[in-house]
């Protein structure tokens, strides 16, 4: 295999890769890296996500970069298109492009003592070839939303029409006239039903267990309000902090102490109220949790209530057992019909690649996580017996109430903190060690037990 070489490495072009590729320029004047991604185009989850109704669930008003914010967002919780359109700017703007290689999957990694580099395994996926690619730094920017989960089910390959996952959508579907079997109910289902219900004869929706919904009415940012965000700036920086701290005050509801519990509380009242506000009465059952507000990830919600009373509209709360040539079983051994089905079952946690990440004396990221009782990384981004390697969105940095931009600027920041001395020549490798990274580890488990995260939320259907 043909060996390349760059400094640095970076898998994934998604804000993560390029928020971290632009703060190398930006910060250290660096340039000597290149961005893999397997996708047909940047944008990681928001190229790869084009399913209808596709949109953020953060005010859009803080799902920018802090360093670059956005002023032409056209509504609060603003389409796929319009995310993936500021990416792109962002990408263009700071010369990012050239330095994006798609349709590339990693493969592998080990990292040379005798070298102190990374020899990566990289695919070319249009024509299978393999290649090493040699750097001093590798960073995974890989999101969570990357690797579709799919329902194990009896029968699903003998099935007449499309069944399409909500990461794999294609634009050329024709829904006009189809019985469309949705199964899942988390945020894509909230968004995917409404936005076909116009064009479907029907929709029979499956869902395991219910979810906390949260109106949130989209309204649209008008050309003043974008033209005061353009020519002031303080105002749009203003509003961000605005949002900020709005959604900050979310985090209490997470906690296990009194003030927690009064959050939860609050939070479970405004979403049955506007269950019984917005949504038919024999649906009640299936939209009321038992759970504890927070195990789950709430669904801000401004159009799929109103779906739940079109007449062609059906939620089931009942197991897909088996799919036949047209139609699903289910276990009550009730048989529905159908000619396309949606699955909108959430994403595999995969994108570590911990069975063939290979850091000192030949040790998978498996092995060190399975010696360590899980998956971790201290401050979320390291891990010691692996030099030069960082994750970004690594474990423990995702966030159930802000936007996830946020986090990922600190991983960067924090990154290239770290690394700048290997980048600058000053060091060949660093390496976070052991007992910094055990104490990180019980430091973060010991939080999370005072939270609903661990304490309430392990018989939850996901």
């Known amino acids: 295999m043909s060996t390349l070489y760059n400094d640095v490495v970076i898998i994934g072009a998604g804000f993560s890769g390029i928020n971290l590729a632009c703060q190398l320029q930006r910060k250290l004047n660096f ?15 928001w190229s790869s996500n084009k399913y209808p109704g596709c949109g953020v669930d953060i005010p859009a008003i803080f799902y920018s970069l802090s360093w670059f914010p956005n002023a032409n967002f056209t509504s609060v919780f603003p389409p796929q298109e319009e995310i993936l359109d500021y990416l792109r700017d962002v990408a263009v703007r700071h010369n990012i ?3 994006i290689k798609l349709r590339t999957e990693w493969n592998s990694a080990r990292w040379s003592e005798q070298t102190s580099r990374w020899h990566i395994v990289v695919q070319n996926l249009e024509n299978g070839e393999s290649f090493v690619h040699e750097a001093k730094v590798l960073v995974s920017a890989v999101g969570g939303y990357t690797n579709p989960k799919y329902p194990t089910i009896h029968g699903i390959d003998t099935f007449e029409g ?3 996952h909500t990461a794999k959508w294609d634009q050329s579907y024709d829904l006009k006239g189809r019985n469309v079997v949705v199964i899942g109910n988390g945020c894509s289902a909230s968004q995917v039903v409404p936005a076909i219900m116009g064009e479907v004869s029907s929709i029979t929706q499956f869902i395991r267990s219910p979810q906390y919904y949260i109106p949130m009415p989209n309204f649209c940012i008008n050309r003043l309000w974008r033209a005061l965000f353009q020519y002031t ?3 749009l920086m203003l509003s961000r902090w605005v949002v900020f701290w709005i959604l900050e005050t979310a985090l209490t509801q997470f906690y296990e102490d009194k003030s927690g519990q009064r959050a939860r509380q609050k939070s479970v009242r405004i979403s049955q109220n506007y269950v019984r506000k917005s949504a038919p009465e024999r649906y009640w059952p299936l939209l009321s949790p038992q759970y504890d507000l927070g195990c789950k990830r709430r669904i801000l919600d401004n159009k799929y209530m109103k779906t739940l009373h079109n007449p062609k509209m059906l939620l089931i709360k009942d197991s897909v057992v088996s799919v036949r040539s047209n139609s699903v079983l289910t276990a009550s051994g009730k048989d529905y019909f159908a000619d396309f089905i949606i699955l909108a079952t959430g994403f595999e946690f995969t994108q570590w690649q911990a069975d063939s990440v290979f850091g000192r004396k030949g040790i998978s990221l498996k092995q060190h996580w399975d010696e360590f009782g899980g998956i971790e990384a201290y401050k979320t981004i390291a891990m010691n017996e692996f030099p030069n390697l960082f994750y970004l969105l690594g474990p423990n940095s995702g966030r159930g109430h802000t936007s996830v931009l946020y986090s990922i600027e600190c991983s960067v920041d924090l990154v290239i903190k770290v690394a700048r001395p290997i980048l600058e020549g000053r060091a060949a490798s660093i390496e976070v060690r052991k007992d910094a990274e055990e104490e990180w580890c019980k430091t973060m488990q010991e939080a999370l037990r005072e939270t609903v995260l661990t304490r309430s939320c392990f018989n939850v259907s996901y």
Not at 32 to 43: E, K, N, P, S
């Open 31 to 45: 340039t000597d890296y290149v961005i893999y991604d397997r996708g047909h185009d940047l944008g990681g989850t």
């Open 97 to 99: 492009i050239p330095h």
């Open 162 to 164: 499309p069944v399409v």
């Open 233 to 235: 700036p303080l105002l």
